[in-house]
């Protein structure tokens, strides 16, 4: 049985360990780490196999697991993910917007070949990624549009300079159009799936991305279109947010859940 290590107590890490402790997942969870020690704490008393509270997040991958599951952020990815691989352990990584920094993904995905080790990316909160893969190299254009309501934006780093004040929103308003590279660095909490398309794709400067506030949904919805010698692609997904965590899309929990169980799972793989 595989054994996980979690880095990030918070909805989605929360809702990975629960699935772990039902057995939705064939592993068990052995070590945890979250910077609010009040999180770690509250999760582990959840759990009906307690696993360790680590003091720091590089000490996860020193103990024998066999696999990381970040569920933090992107500067939690930034700062532990290189020593994971270093001491031969696979990583799950949620905060995918970290890998759109080139230097960071050109380490990582070296350090994946010097240590013999695996980066999994859950497909978050959109379909399609198996097939924007396959034709990467027939691709002339890709975009996503991701439709939110305007209280699961709240707090992203575009509006410390953005005179928008999203309480007064009234209507659909466009408040973003730019490269996925632009959109994961001002809304890192909100649009991991355009890094997941752009890692998929054409790479994150030629990934258009429109982000639009619409105070009369209840749905998180991601609109994708790609064209190319390869013919045309246009996908829509209807997310509803997690309860938990309004910033998240349940489907991007029960991605991450998927993946992790086809990890720790011997059986017949279906798709990438």
């Not at 595989?2 to 880095?7: E, F, R, Y």
């Not at 569920?71 to 995918?96: E, H, P």
């Amino acid at each position: 049985m595989k054994k996980v290590g979690l880095l990030g107590c918070g909805a989605i890490g929360t809702q990975l360990a629960l699935a772990i402790d039902s057995e939705k997942i064939p592993a068990k969870i052995t070590h945890i780490y979250d910077k609010s020690k009040d999180a770690s704490s509250k999760l582990a008393k959840q759990l009906s196999h307690e696993p360790i509270i680590v003091e720091n997040p590089h000490l996860l991958s020193s103990n024998p697991v066999d696999i990381i599951v970040e569920a933090a952020s992107q500067d939690a990815v930034k700062d532990v993910a290189l020593s994971v691989l270093q001491n031969k352990k696979d990583l799950m990584i949620m905060s995918v917007g970290a890998l759109l920094d080139e230097s960071v993904y050109e380490i990582l995905s070296d350090a994946c070949k010097d240590f013999k080790k695996t980066i999994y990316l859950p497909s978050g909160a959109i379909a399609g990624l198996d097939a924007i893969k396959s034709v990467r190299n027939e691709l002339d254009s890709i975009s996503i549009t991701t439709t939110k309501h305007p209280r699961s934006l709240k707090g992203a780093k575009f509006f410390e300079t953005s005179d928008i004040n999203l309480d007064t929103i009234e209507a659909k308003t466009i408040i973003f159009q730019g490269t996925a590279k632009e959109a994961v660095f001002l809304f890192p909490a909100n649009i991991n799936v355009a890094a997941l398309l752009s890692l998929s794709g054409i790479g994150s400067e030629k990934t258009s991305v429109k982000i639009v506030a619409d105070p009369n949904t209840d749905k998180n919805t991601h609109t994708i279109e790609a064209a190319g010698s390869f013919g045309k692609m246009t996908l829509v997904i209807e997310n509803y947010p997690d309860s938990n965590n309004p910033k998240t899309s349940r489907l991007a929990i029960l991605s991450a859940i998927e993946t992790l169980r086809g990890y720790c799972s011997e059986e017949i793989k279906i798709g990438t």
